[in-house]
């Protein structure tokens, strides 16, 4: 292993380009170092199996070397007239954060500054702070990007360990594996984990409170540890998402207990909520945007604020989109933002998308991802209540709406975005992977037609819909109105549902004595 670390220091040394290229050397090798022995440490405290341990290894790689490929990739292949793309960079919040990461490393202000609100690039300061850190106390000499992507590399990975465990522990190896795999190689946690954002450290936080919480309900001390663990650093880099995780987890909680519930517990997940709920009002309050706003209505006064501002600029974005608004009500808007929002990054149009090569691999690997999820977690939410009744079936059914009501929420306040939508969305993938590896297992146990019959209505609507961006962008053939080819996807969709119904109404009557 050690010789494995040096060489890749050495190498990520040589590709960034520095002058200084043995302290280059020596950085890089000193955080792959700490990221092997962390990987190791965990692999070895969970007892992770042989499957567990390849997949969490090509996690952390894929993400690593993807980082370093974009980085090196994007300046001579992406949009030369973005400055994003031309310094290396895939979302302009990590360009932002990362150069104000290293003016304040370089600065003699103390890295607690990251809080005091003034840095446009970290509303909440953690990811600048360990940014900064990372930069002033392991490479002051030089702006090595690449060291972030470690950091990021090894964060978004390493919630693969505690998800599988926690899952094999909760139900089955099976939906362990499957949920593991998800989670390790969806392509959204992959481009996270690839750059230098927060979500990285955001998902795979959810992923050891999850873990935290399976201990608990196993009355193992430890458990706590890993909640309180995992609340700090979702409270560090993302607030919200520390409360959002804290309510989920106290849900399922009273579903595992009901009819025998522990007051000791119970006190101690009221009290972690309270403080939550105070601290997050208190920096929520603290926003240009919301001072002064009753603490009762801070997180609709939120939604509203963010929802109206991407729907405006939603609208300001697509002639199509600016067109639709002036044939629907304004009751109605609300509804095709939020709908528009749920189909993003839409397939078709990352495929016909007339940008660099690289950026059309980069959208349609993210499209196709969330394509293949998205009628996966809607069979989920089908086959929570058709389950086995129990305290799982009920946990199930619970995961289930509160992730629907999570994408829905991302679609309102991210609206059509391109970029925000879909990485507030998986900030909640610990919960999708793990539905979607169960409902995967459910149908294959079940022999359930269902999700089978959600990919072909699925890819109806891509076909029909990826016609209609080939007439746009091509110029070929006849340029249809939206709404048609809307109402001709839902109407064939519904023939196959209608169908489907029939033909399991007959194979129960045929079964019937």
């Known amino acids: 292993m050690a010789v494995a670390v040096l060489l890749g220091g050495l190498l990520l040394s040589l590709l960034d380009r520095s002058s200084r290229w043995l302290h280059g050397w020596i950085d890089y090798s000193l955080l792959l170092s700490i990221s092997a022995l962390l990987l190791l440490w965990v692999n070895k405290g969970l007892k992770a199996s042989p499957l567990a341990s390849r997949t969490v290894l090509g996690a952390f790689l894929l993400r690593l070397v993807s980082g370093v490929a974009l980085t090196i990739l994007l300046p001579l292949a992406g949009h030369q007239t973005s400055e994003v793309s031309q310094a290396g960079y895939v979302f302009k919040d990590a360009l932002v954060r990362d150069m104000q990461a290293w003016r304040l490393a370089s600065s003699p202000n103390t890295l607690l ?36 992507l470690i ?10 360990l505690f998800l599988w465990k926690a899952a094999q522990e909760w139900l089955n190896v099976e939906v362990a594996n499957l949920s593991a795999i998800i989670f390790a190689f969806y ?5 996270l984990g690839s750059s230098q954002m927060r979500e990285a450290f955001v998902i795979s936080g959810v992923a050891i409170a999850f873990f935290g919480l399976q201990q608990v309900h196993r009355e193992r001390k430890q458990g706590w540890f890993w909640i309180g663990l995992a609340l700090l650093v979702l409270f560090f880099f993302h607030p919200p998402t520390a409360l959002t995780t804290f309510v989920i987890l106290l849900g399922l909680w009273l579903l595992e207990h009901r009819g025998s519930i522990s007051w000791k517990p119970l006190t101690i997940f009221l009290g972690i909520l309270i403080l939550a709920l105070v601290f997050v009002v208190s920096i929520w309050s603290s926003l240009p945007s919301l001072e002064g706003t009753n603490p009762a209505n801070i997180f609709f006064n939120w939604l509203s604020n963010n929802f109206n501002f991407q729907a405006y600029q939603l609208e300001r974005s697509s002639g199509w989109i600016q067109k639709l608004s002036r044939q629907v009500t304004e009751q109605l808007w609300p509804v095709v933002v939020v709908s528009y929002g749920l189909t993003r990054p839409v397939l078709p149009a990352a495929i016909f998308d007339p940008a660099p090569p690289i950026w059309v691999f980069i959208n349609v690997l993210r499209a196709a991802g969330w394509y293949a999820l998205a009628p996966i977690l809607l069979f989920s939410l089908y086959a929570s209540f ?5 305290g799982q079936r009920s946990q199930l059914i619970w995961l289930s709406l509160i992730t629907w009501v999570w994408i829905i929420i991302a679609s309102a306040n991210a609206g059509g975005d391109q970029w925000d939508n879909p990485r507030y969305r998986a900030i909640f993938l610990t919960w999708q992977a793990l539905l979607a590896g169960w409902a995967i ?22 076909l029909i819909l990826s016609y209609w961006y080939a007439t746009r962008i091509f110029h070929i053939g006849e340029v249809y109105n939206i709404w048609p080819v809307i109402g001709s996807a839902a109407v064939i969709g519904a023939i196959v549902i209608t169908v489907g119904w029939a033909l399991d109404r007959r194979k129960r009557r045929n079964r019937s004595p």
């Open 187 to 191: 392509p959204e946690s992959l481009l």
């Open 441 to 462: 297992w459910w149908a294959y146990s079940n022999k359930n037609p269902w999700l089978k019959r959600l990919f072909i209505v699925e890819g109806i609507f891509l």
């Open 386 to 390: 058709k389950a086995s009744k129990g």
């Open 113 to 148: 500054s990251a809080f005091s609100g003034s840095y446009s690039g970290d509303q909440y300061g953690g990811m600048l702070a360990i940014s900064a850190a990372i930069y002033r106390y392991i490479s002051p000499d030089s702006h090595r990007t690449v060291l972030i």
């Open 151 to 160: 950091l990021t590399a090894l964060a978004a990975s390493v919630g693969v």
